[in-house]
């Protein structure tokens, strides 16, 4: 069966999420190509051959593209069976499936993957017999990487000299046994969270190594879900690699309850950390129900200074019970754990998203904040109160657009939205020194985030 494998865009990293599914639809003997979108750009030929496409939807963004790639991806490939795969797609079904899909795959893809091949090769119906989520423990396969672009032409990190370096990027584990209201994870995982077994991991980074990576991106939601299987595998990783760095997606709370764990981060070659530490106000912090309060935000960043590991926090800034004063704390608060180097402004931007089966909605009135699910942003939209704080918002994402298309440093961004924030309630402008911005840290090229709507460049590969 001839199987093309679709990553519309993954934040820069070269896809797990294709590369592992096809190496075992390679074993159960398809004939699989990879098109990887961020990159490439759909390949006609691939496709109008195509028995069986599968599209891999891990974050937002990538849903999007999808949405916008579907419709020619149909045209090119009338007779091939679409399935779209990954953590996006349950909460998505109905769309999806009005745009012609035929499978939807969450939580646990694989064995889903190659129960469609078996059913479309015993011509036993392309009508779904799979779960659309499925969370039994799989199998993994150590993934063949070779099908798609080299690692030098995915994000690579950067280091606070300016100096670059490639980098892998490793999925550890799925899923989160945290239950964080806004959260895409909580809705198809709700609370469990699976393992890749150890070898497939080493195996994984040592062809990622061999193949250039001087770092690696852990992917897992939260790499510390697991502390003595995350421990196990960087000890491995530095035994065998002791020159490779590498950086991890750990919650606050995590960090606080594995203080004592942070040292062996540190001397097994852990760089940075991404933090969702969202928002400075308790009181939202509980609506999203982070499990963390401000004060824990800060003794995370003083823990994790201590041992020499840098914080990368993440925030959604935006949210119904946002206030411009609010906002203006938040980033006061940046100002004053000298952050300003360590925030990606994208962070300063962003603004809460909804999706279909959200925790959120169950918070009791948050029906009546929200309104009808619009099929273009993939969400139910909300409007704030008080119009200024919508009118900031945009302001903000303006600002970090043409700094990105500029070129202009964390900084100088930070500094335009310092300015815009104030301007919104009217006040003047306080002056930012630069003993107040921070030490810049290592990063990626690409910054982590989950919700943006594509641009348009994102959109011109198909
Ligand atoms: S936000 Fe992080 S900690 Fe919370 S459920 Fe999602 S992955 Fe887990």
Known sequence: MRVVLINPYEIGRQPFGLAEPATMLIEAGCKVDCVDLSIQRLNHDLLANAELVGIYVAMHTATCIAVEALPRIREIAPGAHICVYGLYAPMNEALLRSLGVDTILGGEFEPGLLSVVDRLRSGSGAVQTESVINLSRVPFLVPDRSQLPGLSQYAHLIMPDGAQKTAGFIEGSRGCKHLCRHCPIVPVYEGKFRIVPRDVIAADIRNQVNAGAEHISFGDPDFLNGPSHALKVVRALHKEF????????????????NQDLLPELKNTGCLFITSAVESVDDRIL????????????????????????????????????????????????????QLVESVPPVQLSIRLLVPNGSYLLKLPDFWKQVEEFDAATLGYPWRHQDPRVDKLQKAVQACVVEAEQEGRSRSETFTAIWRLAHRALGRSVPVLTRDYLGARIPRLSEPWYCCAEPTSQQLVSF
Do not use: S
């Not at 950086?247 to 606050?252: F, N, V, Y």
């Not at 935000?297 to 823990?303: C, H």
């Not at 994790?304 to 119904?320: E, I, Q, S």
């Open 242 to 257: 002791p020159r490779v760095t590498y950086d991890a997606t750990i919650k606050i709370t995590h960090i606080l309850q």
């Open 286 to 337: 509980g609506y999203l129900d982070k499990g963390h309060t401000t004060d824990d935000f800060v003794t995370a960043v003083q823990a994790l200074r201590k041992v020499g590991v840098a914080l990368a926090p993440t925030f959604v800034p935006f949210t119904p019970w946002t206030t411009i004063l609010g906002y203006i704390d938040l980033l006061q608060q940046v100002v004053d754990l």
